[in-house]
């Protein structure tokens, strides 16, 4: 079993704030654990509010298959 970091960015449609709630809902916690997807970091950019970085950990290409 091989372990992989996967580093995402993005832009948001809502706010950071809105989106953070999202993400640390129980029902997001949950799917990360089904999928076996383990959040090492979530944030924004300091340059633009509605750039996210969200760093996640998991087995070879299982965050390539979700995302």
Do not use: C
């Amino acid at each position: 079993m091989t372990i992989e970091t996967t580093v995402f960015t993005f832009k948001l449609s809502n706010t950071f704030e809105e989106w953070v709630k999202m993400f640390d809902s129980s029902e997001i916690d949950a799917f990360h654990k089904t999928v076996g997807l383990t959040p090492l970091y979530r944030g924004k950019s300091l340059i633009d509010p509605k750039e996210v970085i969200v760093i996640h950990q998991a087995e070879e290409g299982v965050a390539k298959h979700v995302f």
